[in-house]
C-alpha cells in the first residue's frame, strides 16, 4: 500500500464539481499532516481544497466523479487550491446522478401534500433497486395523517418487501433515527420534487442551507430546487449526496432482470423456479411469479416500458430497420411501433437530377 504521507499525496474525497474545477474535502488525518506543517489556525479542519486534475489524467480519459477517492499532489494552503494526479478505484459508481462509491440510496417520499402515489414509489424503488445498493424509504409529512393511516400504508409497503420511516421534517418526528442510517456512509437522496429532500437534509446538516420550494397546488406536486450534485458531509460522519428531483425515472433495466428488483418476486423466485429459464412471467406455462401480488400489474406496464427502451436501442444500432419508434399525442407518455417508410422510394428527387434527367431524354430523341 502506498504511504501517501511519506510522498507528500494527501488523500480526499471530490464532493463537488464545478466546471474543470474539483472540491475536495481531506481525510481527517490528511489535516493532521496539515497542521504539522502549517501553523495556521484559521484554515478550516480537515481543508477543502479547489483542485484542477492533471493534464496527464486528461489524456488517458481518467473521469473525476463527486465521491470519488483521490489523491491531491502540492497542496496551497494559503490560497486553498491543490491539484487532483490520481483516482483510486471505485466500488461503485452511477450514471445518473454521476456520483462514485455510493453505498445505499435513501428514497424520500411524501404520505399527504403531496399525496403518495403507489405507481410513482413503485417505478422509483425499481430504479433503486437496479443500482444494486441498498435502499432505505423515509416517508415525510407523516404529522399530515392518523397513525391508523401510517399503519396501513406501513402494512402495504411491507408486503412490498421495504419498513417504512415515517418522519415529519417539519415537527421534527424521526430525523434522528433517519440520520443515524446514513453514518459513515455515502448516500444518495432522492425521491420526486416536494416531498421535502432538502429540507431533511437542511436538518440534518446545518450549513447545508438548500433551497427550499412549495408545492404547486394547481398540479399537486413539486417545484425542483435542487440543480447539481454536491456532497454535504454530516456531523455523524458519512457524506449526503441530493439530486435534482424527477418525477418519473426511466426504466432502463434489461428485460430478463426487471423481476428481480420486486423483493417480493425474489422471495417467490427463492424457494421455487419456473418451468422456463428464460421465462418473462406474463403468460409462460408453470411460471412462479404471476400471481396475486398487489405490483404485478406494475411488473407488466414496466416490463412493457423495458422492452420497448431495448427495442429502441437495437433501432438505433440497426439502420436497415424497418420498424420506428412513435410517441402518441395523448396519454401517459405511451408509445408504439410503426414500420418505416423507405426513405429513397419516397423521397423528392432534386432538380439537379430531374435535369439531369431531361438532358438524357433529349440525347436519346436526337
Known amino acids: 500500500m502506498t504511504d501517501f504521507a511519506a510522498t507528500g499525496q494527501l488523500l480526499g474525497t471530490v464532493v463537488a464539481v464545478q466546471a474543470n474545477f474539483y472540491r475536495v474535502q481531506l481525510d481527517q488525518k490528511q489535516g493532521e499532516i496539515r ?17 484542477t486534475r492533471r493534464t496527464r489524467l486528461k489524456k488517458i480519459g481518467q473521469q473525476v466523479m463527486v465521491g470519488d477517492r483521490v489523491v491531491v499532489e502540492e ?40 399525496p403518495l402515489e403507489p405507481y410513482q414509489l413503485s417505478r422509483f424503488l425499481i430504479k433503486a433497486e437496479s443500482t444494486g445498493l441498498d435502499v432505505l424509504l423515509c416517508l415525510n409529512k407523516s404529522d399530515l395523517i392518523s397513525e391508523q393511516e401510517q399503519q396501513k400504508v406501513s402494512d402495504r409497503l411491507l408486503a412490498w ?5 415515517f418522519i415529519s421534517v417539519k415537527d421534527g418526528i424521526n430525523t434522528d433515527q433517519a440520520g443515524r442510517y446514513l453514518s459513515n456512509k455515502i ?3 432522492a425521491g420526486p420534487s416536494g416531498v421535502g429532500k432538502s429540507s431533511l437534509i437542511n436538518t440534518l446538516i446545518d450549513s447545508a442551507k438548500l433551497r427550499v420550494g412549495e408545492v404547486s397546488g394547481k398540479l399537486a406536486r413539486g417545484r425542483h430546487t435542487t440543480r447539481h450534485i454536491e456532497l454535504f458531509e454530516l456531523p455523524s460522519g458519512g457524506l449526503l449526496a441530493d439530486t435534482p428531483g424527477f418525477n418519473q425515472p426511466d426504466m432502463d433495466c434489461i428485460p430478463e432482470e426487471l423481476i428481480y428488483y420486486f423483493p417480493e418476486a425474489r422471495k417467490r423466485l427463492a424457494v421455487a423456479s419456473c418451468r422456463f429459464s428464460d421465462c418473462l412471467h406474463r403468460d409462460e406455462p408453470e411460471c412462479v411469479v404471476r400471481g396475486d401480488w398487489e405490483r404485478y400489474e406494475h411488473y407488466l406496464e414496466f416490463l412493457d416500458a423495458a422492452i420497448a427502451h431495448q427495442t429502441q436501442l ?3 444500432a440497426d439502420p436497415e430497420s424497418t420498424m420506428k419508434l412513435k410517441s402518441k399525442s395523448k396519454g401517459k407518455g405511451q408509445s408504439q411501433y410503426e414500420p418505416k417508410l423507405e426513405s429513397k422510394k419516397y423521397r423528392r428527387i432534386s432538380r439537379k437530377t430531374q435535369l439531369q434527367d431531361l438532358q438524357e431524354l433529349y440525347r436519346d430523341e436526337e
Open 35 to 51: 497542521e504539522m506543517g502549517d501553523q495556521d489556525s484559521h484554515l478550516p479542519y480537515p481543508p477543502l481544497l479547489l483542485c
Open 187 to 189: 448516500t444518495v437522496i
Open 161 to 165: 418487501g421495504y419498513e417504512p420511516i
Open 75 to 114: 497542496p496551497d494552503w494559503a490560497g486553498g487550491r491543490g491539484a487532483i494526479a490520481d483516482v483510486l478505484p471505485r466500488h461503485s459508481e452511477l450514471d445518473r446522478p454521476a456520483i462514485a462509491n455510493v453505498n445505499q440510496i435513501l428514497l424520500v417520499f411524501a404520505v399527504a401534500d403531496p
Open 314 to 316: 437495437h433501432q438505433q
